[in-house]
């Protein structure tokens, strides 16, 4: 089996994770920039993570024969503080053209507040200055369907951003809509605890099609698995999927739109 993990969280997870999933098939693995376990103090705790992103952590994939890439941004549950936002996307540009990384992510909503929205607008702003693909976060549970009305409205409202070059991620049965009839990719984030089960997103693909959907892990700090993608797979198989049809999901789907940024390169088997 061969797939993509499009959205872990890899500077949270031990060396024995990487082993795993090179082991399952990974192929390679996509990392957007993330809340760091702790609110960062000031713009240098980004301006560090945005190098660990960017350096240490391909490094630590590549020992596994992992490929690494990454989204830069500060993260929704981060940006409450408009200032230091500001601070944080006016240092994004230079590491734009460092060669993992793909975009600007994971932008979104937590709590919906009004300065959430705002720096939602910059990094929009941002992406579409720098010509850059967009991958989103929305909120949790019961700010979710709002949440994503407003990302949605957000992105539409810049006629800058190409629908296809976006990806709102930790989709759920009550926004997937939402994203695909904009014209979008989704996500569904796989997640013992919160957000959606190998079965629940099984289902929605089984209701939706396969078009311009993903899986993803997360696995970041709390309770998570690195290896759902591949658990889920071997759940499609049990439901009567065929090889075929779950590499679709798990490998060409991600690898499709990953492909849009030249720098997203897999080496060659
Ligand atoms: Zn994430």
Redesign the pocket.
Known sequence: MRYIEP?G?MVSRVTDDYVDMVTAGCQAVCE?A?WAGYDRSSVNGFHDYFCQLTDYEPKRAAKFGLPHFCWLCI?PKESEDVKLAEEVISLIPKFLDRSNVLGIG?IGLNKNSRNEVKVLEMHIDLAARHNQMILV?TPHLEDKLKGTRLIVDALKSDTRIRPEGVII??VEEHTIKIAMDAGFWGGM?LYPESKCSPARAIDMLENYGSERLWL?S?C?WGVSVPLNVPYTALEMKRRGWTAEDIDKVVYQNPLKFLNQCRKFKLPKV
């Open positions: 959205h969280h957007p993330f993260n994971e976060h991620d930790h984030t993803n997360a970041d």
